[in-house]
Each structure stands twice: as C-alpha cells, then as structure tokens.
C-alpha cells in the first residue's frame, strides 16, 4: 500500500527536488525504511547512530504526531500522508 510522504526543502535534495513522494509500506517504520531505500542517503539524515529517529525529527502521520501514538510502529493505510518535520529552535 502506498502512502504519500512529505518532504521537508532541506531533505528534497535526496528526492530530486520532490516535495512529496509516494512510498509503500504499512508501518511508519517500513515507510521510512523504504524511503531511504528508494533515495539513498535519508536514513543518516532522519536516523542516530543508535538506530532511533532523531530527537529534532518529528514524524506525523494525517497530522497526528506519532509519538502520541505508536511510534514508528505505528500503522499506516493507502491514501495516508506522513509527514517529516524538522524541529524549529530558535530565540533569544
């Protein structure tokens, strides 16, 4: 099943200047495995060393954040949108 994934401009470089891709998969964690299978090089940008999302990488899924829900295992269906989203700092 294919959901359509959002990609943020300082990702779009791996996606060919895409800012939406389709990808198959019926978990988070399977999309994004996908992802990065299909544009090489996503992983190490979404991804620790420790193998878990960055804290700075905010994932949504039909603008639900995941980690309000079942983290990367969370389910996805055909039709779905994630969404990838850098965390924002800034201030004084």
Same mark, same amino acid.
């Given at each position: 099943? !294919?959901?359509? $994934? %959002? &990609?943020?401009?300082?990702? /779009? ?10 990808? +198959?998969? !019926? ?10 299978? /299909?544009?090489?090089?996503? %992983?190490? @940008?979404?991804?620790?060393? +420790?193998?878990?999302? %960055? @804290?700075?990488?905010? &994932?949504? $899924?039909? /603008?639900? +954040?995941? @980690? ?8 996805? !269906?055909?039709? +779905?949108?994630?969404? &990838?989203?850098? =965390? &924002? =700092?800034?201030? %004084?």
């Amino acid at each position: 099943m !294919s959901v359509t $994934v %959002r &990609i943020p401009t300082p990702l /779009q470089e791996f996606t060919q200047n895409k800012d939406a891709v389709d990808i +198959d998969g !019926s978990t988070v964690k399977e999309v994004l495995g996908n992802l990065d299978a /299909q544009f090489a090089g996503m %992983r190490q @940008r979404l991804y620790g060393d +420790d193998g878990k999302l %960055r @804290r700075f990488v905010n &994932i949504y $899924v039909n /603008q639900e +954040d995941i @980690r309000f829900l079942k983290g990367e295992d969370t389910e996805v !269906s055909e039709g +779905d949108e994630l969404s &990838i989203v850098p =965390a &924002i =700092a800034g201030g %004084r």
